[in-house]
Structures are given as C-alpha cells and as structure tokens.
C-alpha cells in the first residue's frame, strides 16, 4: 500500500510539473448542503407510480437501495445492481429498454460518460430524465484524469459533458450546485443528438472548467427544485 501512494506522488509531482496544476479553487462544503442526488432521484420519479429506474454505476448501492421506483434496474461491472456487465455492454444487449428516468455515475472519464449520455438518450421514455453525478469538480487534482487523488473526492472530467448538454437542441439542463455537482436534464423531442463537442472539449484541463463556468446553467437545490417541479406539473 506504501509503495502504490508513493508511485501516486510521483505521478502527481510529474503532471503538476507539466503544467497541469491550477491555483484556483472552488471553495464548496458539499456536506454542509442539505441536499444530494437521492432527492433529486426520487423528485424525479415522484410522478411516476409505475416508474421505470437505471442507475449506471452502483457499486456500493447507496442511491440505488434508496429510490422508491417500481421497477429499478442496475449496470455496474464490479458490485451493486442488477445486472454485471460494462454499461457498453447492457445498452448494446438492451435496446429495447425504455426509462423514465436514467442516473450515470459510472467512470469518471468524459469518453465513458458521454457515451453513456448518448445510449440513454434513446432508452428514455418521452418527457424522461437523465441525472448525473460529479459535475462540479473544486481542484485540478479532482478533476485530473488519470486519477491522482489518492483516495480523496476524485470527480474525473465528466464536467465536459455538461457543455454539450447546455448546448443540444430539444434538452432542457441545469447544473445542481449540490453533491459534487448533480446534473439533470429532460429530454424535450423524441429524436435528440447530443451535440457533438469533442474535438474542443476533449484535449481541455480544470482551467477550461474555470474560465466558462458562468456559461453553465448552474443552480441551488432551492432553484432546482422549483425548475424540475414545472416541468412535472406542466407534463
């Protein structure tokens, strides 16, 4: 265990020295903020008295045990859920398979993560949701991929999506400043495509995360709320 945190150090001193590092900071106590993604999950699904769940990435089934819906499935390809397999897996041997609401907290990694936004997309019932977890990362170090965290809060780029779904045709998104960052998103027409800002934001570090933030619909779990509660009484 010594030698695999020390490795890491080496790791961290080599990226921070290739100019990975960034000074600014996000100052946020995400446990002091008296909401998290279980609320928004079964706000989501309140409305839903046969309501249709999958949750990609459970592992130790904290959120999963813990949503009231009728039917729950869950991917994970190490522990937790239903179903063993990469999400890659599930989607291409389930694509008849329709939600009404879809949780991604699988890897960490915006490729992964913006596939998964891509599959659920066709897997969602029409007016269906899609919420995903770690949006919002503090540091460079929570945001730096590989993972250098050493064991810490280690939330990965996935924040990259959140540009494209700020930006697609036919989905309505916020950014929920609670729980790492919970995105959620509703999906408007039938027949969406994720826009498609790869080349741009793939190469992109925390400091790009920094520089557009104000370009991101972010908001408190009070402003959230009453946002996703209009669109369920409105159908």
Request: with cysteine; aromatic share 12%; charged share 25%.
């Amino acid at each position: 265990m010594l030698s695999l945190i020390r490795s890491v150090r080496r790791q961290f001193r080599e990226w921070a020295h290739r100019g990975h590092a960034e000074a600014h900071r996000f100052d946020i106590d995400w446990y002091a903020i008296p909401y998290n993604r279980i609320a928004i999950v079964n706000l989501l699904l309140s409305k839903q008295v046969e309501g249709r769940y999958l949750e990609i990435g459970c592992f130790w089934n904290a959120l999963f045990d813990a949503v009231m819906a009728r039917h729950k499935t869950g991917v994970d390809p190490v522990r937790g859920g239903t179903h063993r397999m990469p999400s890659d897996d599930y989607f291409r041997g389930h694509t008849g398979e329709k939600f009404h609401v879809v949780f991604i907290d699988g890897l960490h990694t915006y490729e992964q993560v913006r596939r998964d936004v891509v599959n659920s997309l066709k897997a969602l019932e029409p007016g269906g949701w899609i919420a995903l977890h770690d949006l919002h990362p503090r540091t460079w170090i929570e945001e730096h991929v590989p993972d250098i965290s050493i064991g810490r809060t280690w939330t990965g780029d996935v924040w990259k999506v959140a540009f494209e779904l700020a930006t697609t045709p036919g989905l309505d998104f916020r950014l929920f400043k609670i729980d790492h960052g919970v995105g959620v998103v509703r999906k408007l027409a039938n027949d969406v495509q994720l826009v498609d800002r790869q080349a741009e934001l793939g190469p992109q570090r925390f400091r790009y995360f920094c520089d557009h933030y104000g370009e991101l619909p972010i908001v408190n779990h009070e402003a959230g709320r009453e946002w996703i509660l209009g669109h369920l009484n409105n159908g």
